[in-house]
Structure formats: C-alpha cells, structure tokens
C-alpha cells in the first residue's frame, strides 16, 4: 500500500506528520483526512475560543500534495455579523 | 515442571485465590495448541463454539464490525486470558476474536471445562469473576470513548495494558510489549489512524509514552496516569 503524510496545522502550531500511514488509495487517504480534521476540531473548538482554523494537507510519498481540507471555526454574536467572515481575510494568514 | 497453562495460572491468580487443586484441576485440561498469525481469525462473529481458547503467548483482540465496515476493536487480551469464555454459556458469539500478533494459543473443549468446573465447583467463582470484570473493562471503555479527549484515551489504554500486565510479571520496569497496529489501537479508541498517531505523537513530545514496533515504555506513570484519570480499581487485581 502506499503511503501518505498527513501536515496539520490546528490554528496554532504547524505538525508535519513524519511517519505516515499505509492506506490503499489517494480517496482512502482524502476520508482519513477528513475523519481527522472532525475529530479533532470537535475536541479543541470546546476547549479553545471562538476563532479557529484547522487545515490538512495529505502528501503522497513524493511529498506531492494530493488533497487538502480544512475547518475555520467562528462564533459570532448578533452584532458582529455585519461581513461574512470570509471576507476579512484571515485565511490569507496562513 | 512448567506447564502451558501457567499463564492461565498466573493471570487468575492475579484476580482472586487460587488453591493448589485448582492449579491441578486447570493443569489437567486437555489443550490443543495452535498457532495463529498476525490478523487471522480464531472465532468468527456467528460462529457457534464447542470450545474456549486460552491465549498461551502473543496477543488476541476481539472486535465488531458495523455493516458499513467500520470497526470497533472492544478489548486486548495478552497471555493467560480466555477471550471467549463467555461461549461456554452463549455459544453463539457476537465478536470476532484475531490475532494482534503471531500468537500460541490452546483450545479447550466446553466439555472439559464443565467437567472441570463441576468436580471444582469453587473454580467457577474465579472463573464468573473473570467475567465479570470483563464486562467491568467495558463499562470503563464505554465512558472513556464516549467522554474522554484523545490524549486520555490513549493514555488510559496503555496504563491499562501495563497494569494487566505488571499483574502477571510480563513487565520489565515500565518498558512492556504491546503488538497493537497503528489501526488496531485508532479502532480501540475510536480514532482515525492519523489522530491516533499524533496523540500517540504528542504523548511522546511531552515525555510520558514511547510506543514504536509493538514495543511500549511508560516514561513517566505519574503524569500519564494522570491525564487518563485511571483508576486501576476497575480491574479488580487487589482481589477484593
């Protein structure tokens, strides 16, 4: 089976995944990502703000980005809601 | 003399007494050994069992599978437990039961075991409060997947590990051999293989856990007990 890497950035730090993970195709490894980035924002957005970004990238094994997916969390109050968030441009952060 | 079932010896003492008939009594069970490789099946979901198996080295897990082909792997079973003891009274059984590694195993026929139990019959209390703490583990489990974040899951599954298997001296220090797959350990916790191997990423970075090739080592127990929350009481070892 090939390998693929899985880089997460979680809205803080940047972890480049150095071991990899067998899977048996590029959309196995697009799912994997997908599971991973739910369940991990479904642990951290309770615990850590309002404002939240998370974003992976899966490299097959020449390090070639094969898909990328990402999560940006918000909650906004009633008040705030006068730009959707997309066009702040804090995505561009990154 | 060592006999094969000495590690059954071993883990049931390690759960409650054991007089020397008893120790007699399990030593003259008629066993017939097999080995399984890394993956293959030893019981089949559905399949109805005349027999039990005892687990004499390597490592079993039990495991269900959802229709869509998701799996739930339920529970690790290291030399001297019997994974399947419940198929002397439900025969038909609901889990699958593989092997995580290349493994020795003795199966013993139910009949055996009855005949066993009934000139013993105090031997059925030790082998009802296996079950029962079997079914104690779940009970655990259930609540660490349903509540705990991924970092206690996976440290409270390594303190277990090393708990059951400092009671039976298959420990050297904190270092212990556990042949669990990146993916058997993600379908334990109910994880993605990726997630699990950052926390398992993450436990390592902060000095607690070192786990490569089936081969783990608790580097700090006070700190990683902690983050699991683990209470050993669960596991009923004091014999209480």
Redesign the interface.
């Known amino acids: 089976m090939p390998r693929f890497y899985f880089d997460l950035y979680d809205g803080e730090n940047f972890a480049p995944d150095p071991q990899g993970v067998d899977l048996p195709s590029a959309d196995i490894a697009k799912q994997e990502a997908t599971r991973t980035l739910s369940e991990i924002a479904a642990q951290e957005i309770p615990v850590n703000g309002s404002r939240r970004l998370f974003r992976i990238v899966v490299l097959d094994e020449s390090r070639t980005i094969v898909s990328e997916a990402r999560i940006d969390f918000h909650t906004t109050l009633p008040e705030n809601t006068g730009k959707s968030p997309g066009d702040r441009g804090e995505l561009d952060d990154l | 003399m060592i006999y094969d079932i000495d590690v059954l010896i071993a883990k049931l003492e390690a759960i409650g007494n054991l007089p020397e008939e008893h120790r007699q009594a399990l030593r003259n069970l008629p066993l017939q050994k097999a080995s399984v490789e890394r993956g293959h099946d030893v019981v089949m979901d559905g399949n109805i069992m005349t027999h039990c198996c005892i687990v004499l080295s390597g490592m079993l897990h039990r495991h269900k599978t959802m229709k869509d082909g998701s799996r739930q792997v339920i529970s690790f079973h290291p030399a001297g437990d019997i994974p399947d003891l419940q198929s002397l009274h439900l025969r038909k059984v609901d889990y699958t039961l593989s092997a995580t590694t290349r493994s020795q195993i003795a199966l013993v026929e139910h009949s055996a075991i009855r005949d066993m139990l009934h000139n013993q019959p105090k031997l059925t209390d030790l082998m009802w409060r296996d079950t029962l703490i079997d079914s104690a583990k779940f009970l655990t489990w259930m609540m660490l997947v349903g509540q705990a ?2 970092e206690a899951r996976m440290a409270h599954l390594f303190c277990e590990i090393y708990t059951r298997l400092n009671a039976v001296g298959d420990v050297s220090g904190y270092a212990f051999a556990f042949p669990a797959t ?1 993916s058997d350990i993600a379908d334990a916790l109910g ?5 699990a ?2 926390t398992l ?1 993450m436990l390592r970075s902060e000095s607690l856990l070192a786990f490569a090739n089936g081969q783990a080592e608790i580097l700090d127990w006070p700190r990683l007990s902690r983050l699991a929350q683990f209470d050993s009481s669960y596991l009923h070892l004091s014999g209480e």
């Open positions: 974040s991924a990146q994880m993605s293989i990726v997630h191997n950052r990423q």
